[in-house]
């Protein structure tokens, strides 16, 4: 299984960033994918997921109408569009894969993935 996170960067207030999730090594359509975070200083925190075999997805209240999951089943790739950026997004993102379907409770714990990608950084800031 191999998870490859890439899009981040600087990003100003307000602005936005795409970051993408390719992944290989597995059966897409039974598995979840999700976003993670971690800023300096605090713990992992979950932000999104989607379910390959029917695209449902589920956010984290800091997130929520702000930023978008969705997958490509062709590339084999999840997309986490965040629009509105705000300081406090300024994280490592990382994306994760679980055979457990996607809701608020596998992005309430990090503990329900199985693998993990090396992160991508992103900083919001003027």
């Known amino acids: 299984v191999q998870l490859v996170e890439s899009g981040g960067g600087l990003a100003q207030p307000g602005g936005s960033l795409r970051l993408s999730c390719a992944a290989s090594?597995?059966?897409?359509?039974?598995?979840?994918i999700g976003w993670f975070r971690q800023a300096p200083g605090k713990e992992r925190e979950g932000v999104s997921c989607?379910?390959?075999?029917?695209?449902?997805?589920a956010y984290a209240d800091s997130v929520k109408g702000r930023f978008a999951i969705s997958s490509d089943s062709v590339r084999n790739t999840v997309y986490l569009q965040m629009n509105s950026l705000k300081p406090e997004d300024t994280a490592v993102y990382y994306c994760?894969?679980?055979?457990?379907?996607?809701?608020?409770?596998?992005?309430?714990?990090?503990?329900?993935?199985?693998?993990w990608g090396k992160g991508t950084l992103v900083t919001v800031s003027s």
């Open positions: 994760a894969t679980t055979f457990v379907p996607c809701d608020r409770y596998v992005i309430s714990s990090s503990s329900a993935m199985d693998y």
């Open positions: 090594g597995f059966t897409f359509h039974e598995h979840t």
């Open positions: 989607i379910n390959f075999s029917d695209s449902d997805t």
